[in-house]
Structure formats: structure tokens, C-alpha cells
């Protein structure tokens, strides 16, 4: 369980551009939940994920997983249990190696270093078995660089990298925005396929509405730094995604835009 209490984040403070994001926000995300997070640019769903992962610390409040309190742990620290895949392709995986030796960096990360092999033989066949649920033909160019691959099938891989491990959550930072259509489509059904066979905890941002409503078991829209929408099982089936930009516009003229 990921919990965030009584919540106050700001930007530029002490500037005239000075903006709380959060004020006293509380967020609670249960083990096994799959929620799809929307909102607005500047209603605080990218804010929230850096929260939790570290890469932002908030002026008060805690941020607890499964008891323990994080609040304050380093990003690095935090990446032993949180897997993150980015909205760049580039960002989750490294170009000049292959895709072995990327799953095999990914692989031993909570371990150690010396001066033998980094690619454990006897790993691969687990290797190559985690790629064929892609169903992309990655298994089979395993000793190839990874910057030679396109931007879904290195997503695919950075997905794959980012599970590898036992995490306690996936965070999903907008990780089909920067992909085709056909692509987003791909990246999006493997991604339910591994949070399913994993049941992985998930926290997943995006702009696409329909997927927000597709997948997941739980659908937060953000507004102002507060989730105006919070619905799990049998009532988030219930939001349509003509309901929610209806929702959305009327928010567009409440704030001028």
C-alpha cells in the first residue's frame, strides 16, 4: 500500500511565480491497484508521480509504502522497489549496449560488480522468454544494440527492464505519448499483460482517455492539485469517455481557458 499524507508541494518559492500544486493532499493506492491517472497539464498527476518516486520532496507531509515511511528516501533508493518507465523511449534503456546486456544490467541491479562476466549465461533462457511475451521478435536479436530498435519495441524492452525485479509498484509516466498510434495500442497490451501476471501495484498517467478507461481498475482525473474523479470496479465501468471531457470542458471554462 502507497500512502501520501496531508501532502503540501510548491514550486518558486519565495518568487512571484511562487504555486502550491498540493495543499494538505492525501492519496492512498492499494496493493494491486491499476490506476490510470488523468488531468490537465499543471493539475498535479506528473507531480504526484515524481513524489512518490523522489525525484520531487514535498515542504510537509509523508509518503508511506507498506509502512515504511519514504518521504524524504533518495531516487536511487526508491528505485530498488519502484519500477519506472518513462514517456521517452530512450530514457529506460541504454542505446549502446544490446538488449542482453541491458536485461542483464537490469537484472543484477540490487547486486554486485567485480571484474567477471556482467551477462550471466545461464540467465538468458529467462531472458528470451520475458521478451516472447511481446510478441515483438526481440528474443531473437538479443545481441543487437538497442538504439537500432524502433521507439515501441525499445518501450517494450524499457517495460520489460522496469519488472524485471520484485517491485512494489510500476509507474507509467505517459510511456505511449511519444508512440504511434499502432505502437500505443502494442505497448499498452503487453503492459496489461505483465501487471496482470505480475499483479503489479500500478500508477499509470496519460492523456489518452480511452485508455485511462480500458485498462486499470481504478480512474483518478486531477484538477487543482485534488482528484475530482476517484472511481474503482463496477463505478469506474461507468465513466465514459464522452462523460469525461464533458467533465473536462466544463473545467476548461471554469478556469478561463
Not at 163 to 170: A, G, P, Q, R, Y
Request: proline fraction near 2%.
Amino acid at each position: 500500500m502507497i500512502k501520501l499524507e496531508n501532502i503540501i508541494k510548491k514550486f518558486n518559492i519565495g518568487t512571484p511565480d511562487e504555486a502550491t500544486i498540493f495543499n494538505d493532499f492525501n492519496f492512498v493506492v492499494n496493493q494491486g491497484d491499476f490506476v490510470s491517472v488523468i488531468g490537465s497539464n499543471g493539475s498535479g498527476k506528473t507531480t504526484l508521480l515524481n513524489l512518490v518516486c523522489g525525484t520531487l520532496m514535498p515542504e510537509a507531509g509523508r509518503i508511506v509504502v507498506d509502512d515504511r515511511e519514504i518521504t524524504y528516501m533518495k531516487e536511487y533508493r526508491r528505485a530498488s522497489f519502484i519500477g519506472r518507465v518513462f514517456q521517452d523511449p530512450q530514457k529506460g534503456s541504454c542505446a549502446d549496449l544490446t538488449i542482453l546486456e541491458n536485461m542483464a544490467l537490469a537484472d543484477n541491479k540490487l547486486g554486485s560488480y567485480g571484474l567477471t562476466s556482467g551477462v550471466n549465461k545461464k540467465r538468458i533462457d529467462y531472458y528470451r522468454t520475458l521478451l516472447e511475451g511481446c510478441s515483438m521478435g526481440l528474443e531473437n536479436r538479443m545481441n543487437i544494440n538497442v538504439g537500432t530498435l524502433s521507439g515501441g519495441q525499445r518501450q517494450a524492452l524499457s517495460l520489460i527492464i522496469a519488472t524485471m525485479n520484485d517491485i512494489k509498484l510500476l509507474i507509467l509516466d505517459e510511456h505511449t505519448a511519444a508512440l504511434d498510434p499502432k505502437s500505443s495500442e502494442t505497448i499498452m497490451r503487453i503492459t496489461d499483460k505483465v501487471v496482470k501476471e505480475k499483479n503489479l501495484t500500478t500508477l499509470m498517467v496519460t492523456h489518452n482517455l480511452r485508455f485511462a478507461v480500458e485498462y486499470g481498475n481504478r480512474l483518478v482525473l486531477m484538477h487543482s492539485g485534488n482528484a475530482v474523479i476517484d472511481a474503482s470496479g463496477d463505478e469506474k465501468q461507468k465513466h465514459k469517455i464522452d462523460d469525461i471531457l464533458k467533465i473536462f470542458n466544463q473545467i476548461s471554462i471554469e478556469v478561463g481557458n
